[in-house]
């Protein structure tokens, strides 16, 4: 079965550049998306088709999708923006969520 | 606005079946998909499956056929999931969101908790 894996944890200071990735056999070839979830909150969409803000998305959210990697990068980074955050991507008619990354900012 | 609501916390007992309710408003109900996801207690998302309310095919994860079914009444713009032999290992969180491109979800319910035990 198809897996996608994302590091438990990133650090990031304030102001800084944070980036997450998810990896998967040729991950490139599909879309990913990207979900951030706060503490009791529903999973919120950040990023969709590789690139793609929804409406009411900070650009500071952005996203790549190349060879076996995507990756969320959040620039200048925010307290507000400490969640836990979830790649997602379809592979042979099944949805397939990375593990989950926590977003810390120190 | 666009919103899906979900119906309230429920506790069953091991065997047992547990049927969730997920009512859309703000949009039309029969464009877009349905999407369920779970989330375990401190755990991660674990996608369920999808249905299409245009048509009502059904797209189940494969751990859980046979003992999941999604339905969707279309005249009240809601979706049902209905998961049966219920095991502690089916306390989670369950969501549903409505499904867009890519299989991406936009929208989210608040989330319904199900705690099995005995």
């Known amino acids: 079965s198809y897996e996608l894996t994302q590091p438990p944890s990133v650090s990031v200071s304030p102001g800084q550049t944070a980036s997450i990735t998810c990896s998967g056999d040729?991950?490139?070839?599909?879309?990913a998306c990207w979900y951030q979830q706060k503490p009791g909150q529903s999973p919120v969409l950040v990023i969709y088709?590789?690139?793609k803000r929804p409406s009411g998305i900070p650009e500071r959210f952005s996203g790549s999708n190349s060879g076996n990697t995507a990756t969320l990068t959040i620039s200048g980074t925010q307290a507000m923006d400490e969640a836990d955050y979830y790649c997602q991507a379809w592979d042979t008619n099944t949805v397939v969520f990375g593990g989950g990354t926590k977003l810390t900012v120190l | 606005q666009v919103q899906l609501v979900q119906s309230g916390a429920e506790v069953k007992k091991p065997g047992a079946s547990v049927k969730v309710s997920c009512k859309a408003s703000g949009y039309t109900f029969t464009s877009y998909g349905i999407s369920w996801v779970r989330q375990a207690p401190g755990q991660g998302l674990e996608w369920m499956g999808w249905?299409?309310?245009?048509?009502?095919?059904?797209n189940y994860a494969q751990k859980l056929q046979g003992r999941v079914t999604m339905t969707t009444d279309t005249s009240t713009s809601t979706a049902y999931m209905e998961l049966r032999s219920l095991t502690s290992d089916d306390t989670a969180v369950y969501y549903c969101a409505r499904r867009i491109l890519a299989d991406a979800s936009d929208i989210w319910g608040q989330g319904t908790m199900v705690t099995v035990s005995s």
């Open positions: 040729k991950l490139g070839d599909k879309y």
């Open positions: 088709q590789d690139t």
């Open positions: 249905l299409s309310a245009y048509n009502g095919n059904t």
